[in-house]
């Protein structure tokens, strides 16, 4: 039972993930003590597929599906904060894509209908896009680093485009996909332009009657200039979705996912500063390096980034992060931070960094005590295994000894590690004078002496048994 103190204060997400990880950590250095015991009759491969199972979690997915032209591939790599995923007027996906999060690795692969692969390189736009016209490519994984998710494992699926009229085989890959697959959390992405269309309502039937847990990303709020526009768009959706699909309280983010990846790409790195007449522009040092280090083209579409930066800075009806179904943190670090609240991106990768971590701390809640009632069961076990290995006659003495042992563990008494492991140590010390007698001999000595395995077990115990007290204990927060 969680008990919680007056004035304490809750552990983070963060530091609950730690603190369970660190959990995980010991428990399956637990679990490899005993694979290394070397007790007799110990199922050694049921235990070495136990520990790999225990190493590996189920990754959430999170399921991106739109329309044409919704903006989906755009929104993908304004999440990403980088041009990964080809986006274009015309349906550019025509297989599933799936993106894992990686922090080390920077890879794709193309996979045939056979599960065999068939191309790979580095994850860029330019061999997304040459996979994806693949004929005989089903699926692209692609592992990179996905900035919301931090280090917590997740997948995310870009899905074909449905209503492209020029390949109908995407509408049949995408329905498919959705009948046989659900995700942890679904993204539809709508035309904040073009709403209520055919093909959106089909598409959206499918994934209400497939997905169980769906959040609605509304594109391209920068088309609309007021307070009342941009209201009375996310009001029609809102009722839209009530009224047709029968989703209550259905959660809307407004953004606008073109601005925020330009951003990204062209003013990241640049210094912003106000002028005289409270608009945004460069810094000389950053008016230098641009002059220095574009060509005229693309120094063009920087110029164009910093005209709708400055119409968002400048009019508060376009700040999307004040329309978002969540508190959007206001603190910001420069210009940059504050631009990019406003294309309603920030508060979205902020709700999805939320979810994956809640996720995440709940897969390792699972997982902590899983692991930890195994390792219950199979110390358990190799007591009995040893209990029927040891002579009656002989060994009688110890195994008294280390019943009472078991009985102290099992009545859960805080103070019984040290002076019961030191009689036990003295016990060997008397019984077997020749035998070296340190702690780390008594733990990996002689292990064809079942007595000396004994030491092993009980050790092992202890070790469980100290952590399950420390798990009580921090279950109390001070």
Sequence with gaps: M?????????????????????????????????????????PLKKLDKLIKTFTSLKQPEILIVAPMSAGKSTLINSLLASRIVPASQEACTSTIVRLFNSQDKKDVEAFDEDNNCIASGSASIDELTTMNELSEAVRIDA???????????????????????????????????????????????????????????????????????????????????????ITNVLENVRKYLENQFSIQNPRIFPVSAQFALDLQIHMKNQELVMDEWGELTFSDHSKQELMSSYSRNELTKIQNTLTIANNFMLNEDLHLNQYAPVTVNDSFNGCYERLMAYSGVTGLADFLNEFIKNNYLNELRQQDKDLFDLIRFVLEEIFKILDNSLDNSSEEKLKKHIRNDFKVIDQGQSEWRKPRVENLYQYFKTHYPKKESSYH???????NNESFRYVVVLELIYEYREIELRRNKNAVIH
Excluded: C
């Excluded at 304490?8 to 959990?23: A, C, G, M, V, Y």
């Excluded at 699926?157 to 009229?165: E, K, R, V």
């Excluded at 709508?190 to 709403?195: A, D, E, I, R």
């Excluded at 001999?441 to 292990?447: A, I």
């Design 441 to 447: 001999y008594l733990m990996f000595g002689n292990r």
């Design 2 to 42: 969680l008990v919680i103190k007056e004035n304490s204060r809750l552990p983070s997400i963060d530091e609950q993930i730690k603190e369970i990880k660190t959990n995980i950590d010991e428990n399956l250095g637990l679990l490899r003590e005993i694979r290394r015991s070397q007790i007799s009759n110990l």
């Design 143 to 229: 592992s990179l680093p996905i900035p919301f998710a931090g280090d917590a494992p997740v997948t995310v699926i870009d899905t074909p485009g449905p209503n492209n009229a020029l390949n109908k085989a995407h509408q049949n890959v995408l329905f498919e996909f959705l009948d046989h697959h659900q995700a942890e959390l679904t993204l539809f992405i709508m035309n904040g332009t073009q709403l209520g269309t055919d093909s959106e309502k089909q598409l959206l039937d499918r994934i209400i009657e497939t997905q169980p847990n769906v959040v609605f990303v509304i594109n391209k709020m920068d088309e609309f200039r007021t307070n009342e526009d």
